[in-house]
């Protein structure tokens, strides 16, 4: 646990955290006098296309334990290499409201036949309405408590949550726009927007870089060790992701640019303080 603390820069409720992720994927974890290997030639081993869905940051986790762990085997090899193809298995059996499974599994079976889909009765917090809405899905968001769809009215591509949908009905109708099945830029702290509005850059502290890479692991890229301290240089789809996790750390980070990035940390302590 030491040896792997100390090579990888992180917490040790973060190597636990990473050793857990393998295992709730199935990978079986052998714990010997403080040394951990992964048992080879199992069911799990063999059959590791039943994974269920990962989201983006999740595959990015998983990837990296595997790294990390020095994993040497071929086979581990190319489970790094296939991991994007990971997504949508067995995810069903993580949902334990039935009507939110019967929905999920029509919403499948829709993005599967790539055919458009009602959605009954959907209830919409923007606008305070209920009504249904004509969609064609064709992705779920994490812990599929939401779907992604091109909606046929206003043409655009929305999150529709599950729990909010009364029923789904299949319709005779195939994809139609599916040119437009287009995601909008999910940032590092997991705000959306249809394209990043900025990008950020700031000098972190050795504590600052590693509580951003625990907690925020796609921001590792944006990443790199200048001198004495860490340099992050990072697109930004909304400024309240990253400006809570710059003002829960006081000191620790001095951001460089933009300017109207700077004066946004200004009112948010400002409405703190209020």
């Not at 809405?133 to 949550?161: G, H, I, N, T």
Request: charged fraction near 35%; glycine fraction near 4%; proline fraction near 3%.
């Amino acid at each position: 646990m030491e040896e792997l603390k100390e090579r990888f820069e992180i917490s040790e409720r973060t190597v636990y955290r990473y050793l857990s992720n393998l295992e709730n994927a199935g990978l079986i974890l052998d714990r010997q006098g403080g040394r951990y290997r992964f048992m080879q030639d199992t069911s799990e081993m063999k059959n590791m296309h039943q994974l269920f869905h990962f989201t983006e940051e999740e595959a990015e986790i998983f990837y990296h334990s595997l790294e990390n762990l020095n994993i040497e085997n071929e086979a581990m090899l190319r489970l790094m290499r296939k991991l994007h193809t990971l997504y949508d298995f067995k995810a069903l059996k993580r949902i334990k409201d039935s009507s939110n499974i019967e929905k999920i599994k029509k919403l499948t079976e829709g993005i599967n036949k790539r055919k458009s889909v009602k959605l009954c009765d959907y209830r919409s917090s923007n606008s305070s309405t209920v009504s249904d809405r004509k969609v064609e899905p064709f992705r779920f968001m994490e812990d599929y408590k939401a779907v992604w769809c091109f909606d046929l009215s206003d043409q655009k591509s929305k999150q529709f949550k599950i729990s909010r949908i009364g029923d789904v009905e299949i319709l005779d109708r195939d994809w139609r726009f599916e040119q437009s099945h287009k995601l909008p830029f999910h940032d590092a702290f997991r705000m959306s927007a249809p394209e990043p509005i900025t990008r950020v850059v700031a000098m972190l502290s050795l504590k600052a870089y590693n509580l951003l890479r625990e907690e925020y692991p796609l921001s590792e890229q944006y990443l790199k060790k200048e001198n004495n301290h860490y340099l992050l240089d990072i697109p930004i789809a909304d400024f309240h992701g990253i400006g809570r996790f710059v003002l829960g750390l006081p000191g620790e980070i001095e951001v460089v640019e933009p300017e109207n990035f700077k004066e946004f940390l200004r009112k948010m302590k400002n409405n703190f303080s209020n």
